[in-house]
């Protein structure tokens, strides 16, 4: 047995291994000095723990470090751009894509299709899938890097703890589980992990992008809104997601806006997604949901003809567009009511459609929300499109499976067994 002593000594290096790599992939180039400031270690520390990082090839020193003071400056420290590399996939209903990324965020290799996922059985799309993902573990395997997991995202609710998708509407999937097919498919990269979309879209605003006014980091607490055919939002609570008992919170697009108004394939009248939906602002616009999607195959070019539709000033795209920020406003006023965020982002196809949506939603939510306490407050709730867009999903994904590499850099497959055993790992 392991003496709590040395778990405990285990456990610590551990974490202080993982908030060296986590400052110089946040903040690198930067010496040692800089990261023993940024952490909170002494020098002697920091530089033992720099030693072993550099050893299992998960920094590289880029040169000397710029100083105003006197002696012989240290070398700069940077993430290398070989070693570990997230695999992030995603299901769409009307397209299938799959990256990977590296340590400094880099996305260096890339496959996507445009297909028509809806109503199909679970085992061609997730065939289909699977010779993707070992196309781009094949082309970065010729860059020197190695998979360090894969995260799937998903427009559906997954059980909290499983890879199990309980329902996805919009696929007509309930109760699959994609990790055994996919492993029995290819040589899928570990850990696997299966989320839902919303929620990786808000980890990928976290990772990567800026704040509801273009800069800086996002705030700590929002509310994250994304489509595609269907409307999911993930919650933001100091930084972290807010699951749910059992993983399901966030399922904006079945909130009711208009009691007793339009069926909704989830069973119930008046929902979000009946007047907001992709399939309901094309039909608003006057166009066919199924004769736009095969004269424009793939979401992006769909939501690229709406937008293309309201900037040139087609009168019923923009009543389209204006009535779904109204449906927006309804729901999210509720959700702000309950969670009190900072911000709400605009993910996915609402995200280019922003410009248009914006002004009825934020005229809906600031009447909503003009009462105590929120009335004479400075600022109000702010809302913007998120910074990643529609990538953010798959962004999110890859950066997830980045995780196990950024919480234990030296535990797993990912560094040679000789930098471990050098370690002391």
Do not use: K
């Amino acid at each position: 047995m392991t003496a709590p002593g040395a778990d405990t000594q285990h456990g610590i290096r551990r974490r202080n291994l993982a908030r060296v790599l986590g400052a110089v992939a946040a903040d690198g180039p930067v010496s040692r000095a800089g990261v023993a400031a940024r952490v909170g270690l002494t020098r002697a520390a920091v530089g033992t723990l720099v030693d072993a990082l550099l050893r299992a090839g998960l920094l590289v020193e880029t040169g000397p470090a710029a100083t105003g003071g006197r002696g012989r400056p240290g070398s700069e420290l940077a993430v290398s751009d070989t070693g570990p590399a997230g695999i992030g996939a995603e299901i769409g209903v009307g397209h299938l894509a799959v990256c990977a990324v590296d340590l400094r965020g880099r996305i260096r290799a890339r496959a996507a299709a445009d297909v028509a996922d809806r109503g199909s059985e679970p085992g061609p799309v997730l065939h289909r899938l699977a010779g993707m993902i070992a196309e781009v573990t094949d082309r970065i395997a010729a860059l020197d890097l190695r998979p360090a997991g894969l995260t799937v995202a998903v427009p559906g609710l997954v059980a909290r703890g499983t890879t199990t998708v309980v329902h996805a509407p919009n696929l007509g999937w309930r109760n699959v589980d994609p990790a055994p097919v996919l492993r029995a498919l290819t040589a899928v990269p570990e850990p696997l992990t299966v989320e839902n979309e919303a929620n990786l879209g808000a980890l990928a605003e976290l990772r990567l992008g800026g704040g509801p006014d273009g800069s800086g980091a996002p705030p700590p607490d929002f509310l994250h809104v994304s489509a595609e055919a269907g409307i999911g939002a993930a919650v933001v609570v100091d930084g972290q997601l807010l699951r749910g008992a059992r993983g399901f919170a966030g399922e904006l697009g079945h909130v009711p806006v208009y009691p007793g108004g339009r069926p909704c394939g989830c069973g119930a009248r008046g929902c979000l997604e009946q007047y907001a939906g992709e399939a309901a602002v094309l039909r608003a616009a006057g166009l066919d949901p199924g004769r736009a999607a095969a004269g424009h195959p793939g979401p992006r070019a769909r939501v690229e003809l709406l937008a293309r539709r309201a900037a040139a000033g087609n009168p019923a795209t923009l009543a389209a567009l204006r009535d779904a920020g109204t449906a927006l406003g309804i729901a999210l006023a509720g959700a702000v009511h309950l969670l009190d965020p900072e911000a709400v982002l605009l993910g996915g196809a609402l995200a280019r459609l922003a410009p248009w949506l914006l002004p009825s939603l934020e005229r809906e939510l600031t009447a909503r929300t003009a009462l105590a306490p929120y009335a004479g407050t400075a600022p109000r709730i702010r809302v913007a499109a998120a910074r990643c867009g529609a990538d953010g999903p798959l962004l999110g994904a890859a950066h997830a499976a980045l995780r196990a590499v950024l919480d234990d850099p030296l535990g797993r497959s990912w560094t040679p067994a000789v930098s471990r055993q050098l370690s002391g790992e």
